[in-house]
């Protein structure tokens, strides 16, 4: 059985880096601090503004939409807005010589996240604005665009509003921010969100205690600088929150054993992150 575990993860972190881009997608607490408007809308519409590459042979395309704003969590509060994002749809040749485009990009299964966006539907957005009189623009090119379901639309409220709070209080946000992080592992829409955020501010706990830095100054007021990258975070989860992690862990093996969950980014990421506080856990998990 551990030699079995060894295996699923060898398996997933090969292909992690076979997948992963050079910058990976931003979790919920990096878009939200970073961006100027948080919301849920419907796309109303959207057309193709540019085709780019000359001849129109280039696979990128500007596709401008317009959205209905149905909730407000950060920013403004506006009816609607439009933005121009540019998409990878492979340019198809007809007998014509003329190019149609094809459809948008297949989702990234490592991450779990998709920027396949379609009018009609509804999602969780994030924007930036270069300037008080620019337009808007996604916070990042891979995540800053959610599908909203009936299944996750709940738990994404739940946790942005939760957020805002934590922010708009000046006290004590270190702690606060570190359970919230916990609860997004706990619930499986917002779970790499989480995971990934923890694990990124325990391996540079890890690094620092390799190499016997000392640790930088605690932030207490958390803003749009904060970098997920940074230990101070790590330093705040107790042995209680770390317990329920590994439980979150303990769930999704048992169930990727029993043939009923895919082996994904967050098994990976999770046995990385409870692997650093507990070894022997991680290898008992073979026999689960």
Do not use: H
């Amino acid at each position: 059985a551990t030699l079995l575990l060894s295996t699923l993860i060898l398996s997933t972190k090969v292909s992690a880096k076979s997948k992963c881009p050079v910058e990976p997608p931003k979790t919920l607490l990096s878009l939200y601090l970073q961006s100027d408007l948080v919301i849920i809308a419907d796309i109303r519409n959207e057309k193709i503004t540019k085709i780019g590459g000359e001849e129109n042979e280039s696979d990128y395309v500007d596709v401008e939409r317009n959205l209905d704003i149905v909730k407000t969590f950060k920013g403004q509060k506006l009816p609607e807005i439009s933005f121009v994002k540019s998409e990878y749809r492979p340019a198809v040749k007809t007998n014509a010589g003329e190019n149609n485009v094809g459809e948008v990009y297949a989702d990234d299964e490592y991450y779990n996240i998709s920027d396949d966006l379609k009018a009609g539907k509804r999602y969780l957005f994030f924007f930036t604005k270069a300037d008080e009189n620019a337009t808007f623009y996604p916070t990042d090119y891979r995540s800053a665009g959610r599908e909203m379901t009936p299944e996750n639309t709940s738990v994404y409220e739940r946790r942005l509003a939760e957020l805002g709070k934590i922010l708009a209080n000046k006290k004590n946000q270190l702690p606060k921010i570190a359970e919230w992080l916990v609860r997004l592992t706990e619930d499986e829409p917002t779970r790499w969100d989480g995971v990934s955020a923890l694990a990124r501010s325990f391996s540079s706990l890890r690094y620092e205690q390799e190499e016997e830095e000392a640790s930088e100054e605690e932030k207490l007021i958390i803003d749009e600088d904060f970098s997920e990258y940074s230990s101070a975070i790590a330093r705040q989860i107790s042995g209680a929150q770390k317990e329920r992690i590994s439980s979150v862990l303990t769930e999704l093996m048992n169930r990727s054993f029993l043939g009923n969950e895919k082996t994904n980014n967050n098994i990976y990421e999770f046995t990385e992150l409870v692997g650093g506080w507990d070894k022997t856990r991680i290898a008992m998990y073979g026999f689960g």
